[in-house]
């Protein structure tokens, strides 16, 4: 007999919302009270598909001993995590995003932006199982492969949030500064409906 039981209740449908600002630690990526960049200005639209990849990278140590090599240690020496994620609106803020670009008016000023720092909330509204939110203090936003230009289907550009570690106070709001700085590469909250 298998160990523990499937419950149903964790099972979850649901999509996702993702929200970037181009500050980085802005008070307004906690959703607290009124103030929040969980609005139109700050969406970057129709997510079609979204997932979050934490990496690790490993190094491991051997000792030898009679012909006999053992692994005796392994320590974590890269970590990162990363929100990859699929968006097919064509917007001018999304595509400057994704061409890494200013926006001068209706126009797109091409790779003049190629360092895209803020912070982000990757919100999935699930009409089964639990909400989740999580609330990323330092992101870069990038491209992560090509914008579809197919004839017959709808265009679609892949990119990626980057979480960087929060490390330092500048943020002016010494309580949304400290709460950064506990979760350095955020923090997810869970929900049930």
Request: hydrophobic fraction near 40%; glycine fraction near 8%; proline fraction near 4%.
């Amino acid at each position: 007999m298998a160990s523990g039981t499937i419950n149903t209740e964790n099972l979850t449908i649901g999509g996702a919302k993702l929200y970037f600002c181009s500050t980085i630690a802005d008070p307004r990526c906690l959703p607290l009270g009124n103030a929040s960049i969980q609005t139109t200005t700050y969406s970057l639209g129709n997510i079609v598909t979204s997932e979050i990849t934490p990496e690790v990278t490993y190094v491991d140590h051997f000792t030898s001993s009679n012909g006999k090599r053992v692994k005796d240690k392994t320590a974590a020496v890269t970590s990162m995590i990363r929100v990859g994620f699929t968006f097919d609106e064509m917007n001018p803020s999304n595509l400057s995003k994704f061409f890494m670009g200013n926006l001068v008016g209706s126009d797109i000023q091409v790779l003049q932006n190629t360092l895209d720092e803020g912070c982000a909330n990757l919100v999935v509204k699930t009409d089964i199982g639990q909400d989740l939110t999580y609330v990323i203090p330092k992101c870069a936003i990038r491209p992560d492969g090509a914008l579809n230009l197919a004839d017959e289907a709808w265009h679609q550009a892949g990119m990626v949030l980057e979480c960087l570690e929060y490390q330092s106070g500048n943020q002016s709001n010494a309580t949304v500064n400290a709460t950064f700085l506990i979760s350095p590469f955020g923090r997810i909250s869970v929900m049930d409906l």
